[in-house]
């Protein structure tokens, strides 16, 4: 071909689509508002949620183990996932000011991947950004929006348990945390401690939320486990209560999460009624039964609420056995959530040792508060 017939070609092609731009403009609902900038977008990713057609789906997601984790299994958070990246899904939590806005994103591919396979494909990222909340009236009504981010939570994909000795590591996911005033360092230590018992009530959906990504399952989320494992009535381990009932309520207030009271002197024989007032809690005994080191008297019977979802619910325990009895929430341990029941007096028994090393800084340091307070009683 010489130069001159390129130079038409181009023309020719240049005019094209100069009446293709034209035509689309044509197109606009309001045309009459000025027109800034025509981009020609050669992206071919869907940036919708609720259609998510990708011409040529990724088949492998690995390349997030070079791009994302390093050789010990450290995570990075990626820094374009909010424009390049897939929005999943998300949760509103409208009473909380400080973090109402949950928004899940996850790279381009991965839904086309799990709508196949009915798994989160190997080297999957799921972010969650966690935002605060205001409100005000529009022309709509009384609206709420998201404000500043507050933190990143983010999970990858491993199918081939890549870092067996990183406790960052397990369940099939790498699980890590980031704050707004370093986004480049990941504050979680332990997934274990800091993240798994939290996730428990998703665990049969490989431990994600996937009730929140109607795009996943086109809204047949019958494969979801029921709401509650829980005591939907009240459950009695020990013989029928001849002695007094005791009532504490289990309290979620903003981001404070508390036994009411948690600390309580009863007797022998006597029944203590936990009631959810609010949130999502498990009332747990420190007991190898429940994965924690004994701190109940060992002749005792271990209990284990299971999660309590919904408000209203109870769970009941008599105890028989005198002595100091620790117990947990299981979603909140973390943050320190437990409580201390002294059963006629504070004999001398696990439930007054020194707290073991392996518990989270919050429980050792909430725990031994709870002794003083039981050497006392
Ligand atoms: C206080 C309980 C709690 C803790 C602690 C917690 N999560 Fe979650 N996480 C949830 C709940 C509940 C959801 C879904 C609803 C929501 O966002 O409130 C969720 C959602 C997520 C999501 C979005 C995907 C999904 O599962 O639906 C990611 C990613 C995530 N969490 C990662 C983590 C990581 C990593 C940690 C630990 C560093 C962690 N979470 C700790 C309760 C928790
Ligand atoms: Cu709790």
Redesign the pocket.
Known sequence: MDTKVLILLGIAAAATLGVVVWFFVGLEPDSSKPITTISLNTDTRATSSTTPTILNPPSSFTDSFTKYVDGMGQMTLPDDFRSSWIH?G??V?PGNLSDGY?D?YTQPGVIEAYRRTGTFPDGAV???E?RGLTSGNMTTGHISWATDVAIW???VKDEQNRYPNNPLWGEG?G???YEEKDPNKN??SN?QS??????I??QDND????Q??PVLHDGQVSSLPPPAQSPTESTQVEPPATGEVHTITINSAGSE?FFEPDRLLIQPGDTVKWVNESG?HTVTSFHPDNARPLRIPESATSFDSGVMLETGLTFEFTFTEPGVYDYFCL??E??GMVGTIVVGEALDGPGLASAQEDLPDPVKDALSDLNEWAKQQ
Request: with cysteine.
């Open positions: 999943l998300g949760f939590d949950h899940v799921l972010i969650k966690v939570f983010m999970m996911w699980w890590s945390l504050i979680a997934y800091d993240c798994l018992s939290c996730h009530p998703a431990w994600i939320y996937i929140g990504y999460n999502a979603p909140h973390f943050f």
